[in-house]
């Protein structure tokens, strides 16, 4: 099955910043939506972040003015980056792909944000 690979996932102080990154495969055509999904421990995964493919974007009300998706549609690429990260932050990240067949996930990327 064709996963989404994540990367820029780790470790970081409260304030800090990170920057998420997740590749399509060049395979996967006429992608719309794409974004970021987080599942903390012990609770449900929740839309962290979405755009769509000319470029509109939602964010969870817990993470507005701090953290910005962004996309690369010639790489199939989206972005997040996050800044003054907060330890509620501390997640699963999983960013998705959707097109009008199927919608495809990635692993996940693990985000910890200490104290």
């Known amino acids: 099955q064709v996963q989404l690979v994540e990367s820029g996932g780790g470790l970081v102080q409260a304030g800090g910043s990170l920057r998420l990154s997740c590749a399509a495969p060049?395979?996967?055509?006429?992608?719309?939506?794409m974004g970021w999904y987080r599942q903390a421990p012990g609770k449900q995964r929740v839309l962290v972040a979405a755009?769509?493919?000319?470029?509109?974007?939602n964010y969870a009300d817990s993470v507005k003015g701090r953290f910005t998706i962004s996309r690369d549609n010639a790489k199939n690429t989206v972005y997040l980056q996050m800044n003054s990260l907060k330890p509620e932050d501390t997640a699963v990240y999983h960013c998705?792909?959707?097109?009008?067949?199927?919608?495809?996930w990635g692993k996940g990327t693990l985000v910890t944000v200490s104290l």
């Open positions: 998705y792909a959707d097109t009008p067949r199927l919608k495809y």
């Open positions: 060049i395979s996967i055509f006429s992608i719309n939506a």
């Open positions: 755009i769509a493919s000319e470029g509109s974007t």
